[in-house]
C-alpha cells in the first residue's frame, strides 16, 4: 500500500528539548503537505500545513521545512511538552490526484 | 471536540456482515473523507465526497461503498466483512476540496469477528 505502518519510528527527548520528526514523501508531483497529530483514542489533528511554492512555514512552536529535491518533510517542536507526546503523521496531496497519502508516523515520547 | 461526528463508537460484528457507519461533518463544510487506520497498515485514504460528489478515491475495496447525502453527512457502508477489517474508521471534514484544514472525527472501531 501507499502507508506503510509495519514500523513506527519513534523519538524520546526530553521535555523543555527542541524536536525534529522527518518524513520523506512519495510523489513528487505532490504539492500541499500537511503535519497531522494522533494522541491515544483520538482522530489525528492538524498542526501545519506548507504548500510546495515555500520551504518553510512556521506555526505556535512548530515549524515545517520542505526540501522539495530530496522529497523531505520535518517537523520541528520547540521546547517539547508533555502534552506533545503523540504519533505524528505527514500527509501529502496534490491538485493533480486529490488522494491523501500519509506516511507511517512517528511516535514522540516526551520525558518529564 | 472537532465538530465532527461519528457513530457508532464501537461495532462489532461477524463475517460476512455488512454495516454502516455514519458521519456529520462539521456545519458548512461541503468535504467529507473516509480513512482507515488498522496497525499493519497505518493510515489509509479511502474515498472523499465533494458537496455530494466522489471527488477522490482511494485505497477502497469493492466491498466498500460511501456516499453523501443532500444534508451533506456521509456513510460508509462496508459489506462481506473479513477478520482483515477490523480497524478504526475515520471521518474527517474540510471547508474545500484537496487544501486545507481536515477536522476528524472520534472514529468508528469496527471489530469482526
Known amino acids: 500500500g501507499e502507508s506503510v505502518g509495519l514500523h513506527l519510528p519513534t523519538l524520546s527527548v526530553q521535555e523543555g528539548d527542541n524536536s525534529i520528526i522527518n518524513c520523506a514523501y512519495s510523489n513528487s508531483a505532490s504539492d500541499y503537505f500537511i503535519w497531522y497529530k494522533q494522541e491515544s483514542g483520538k482522530g489525528p489533528q492538524f498542526i501545519i500545513d506548507?504548500?510546495?511554492?515555500?520551504d518553510k512555514r512556521q506555526g505556535q512552536r512548530v515549524t515545517v521545512l520542505l526540501n522539495k529535491t530530496v522529497k523531505h518533510l520535518s517537523l520541528q517542536i520547540a521546547a517539547t511538552q508533555p502534552g506533545d507526546s503523540a504519533v505524528y503523521f505527514c500527509a501529502e496531496t496534490s491538485t493533480s490526484y486529490d488522494k491523501v497519502i500519509f506516511g507511517p508516523g512517528t511516535s514522540l515520547s516526551v520525558i518529564p | 471536540d472537532s465538530g465532527v461526528t461519528q457513530t457508532p463508537k464501537h461495532l462489532i460484528t461477524a463475517t460476512g456482515q455488512r454495516v454502516t457507519l455514519r458521519c456529520s461533518p462539521r456545519?458548512?463544510?461541503?468535504?467529507v473523507y473516509w480513512y482507515q487506520q488498522s496497525l499493519d497498515q497505518g493510515l489509509q485514504f479511502l474515498i472523499q465526497?465533494?458537496?455530494?460528489?466522489?471527488?477522490a478515491k482511494g485505497n477502497i475495496l469493492e466491498r466498500f461503498s460511501a456516499q453523501q447525502f443532500p444534508d451533506l453527512h456521509s456513510e460508509l457502508n462496508l459489506s462481506s466483512l473479513e477478520l482483515g477489517d477490523s480497524a478504526l474508521y475515520f471521518c474527517a471534514s474540510s471547508a474545500l476540496s484537496g487544501y486545507g484544514e481536515q477536522f476528524f472525527g472520534p472514529g468508528t472501531r469496527l471489530t469482526v469477528l
Open positions: 456545519s458548512g463544510d461541503l468535504s
Open positions: 506548507i504548500r510546495s511554492n515555500m
Open positions: 465526497y465533494y458537496n455530494g460528489e466522489e471527488r
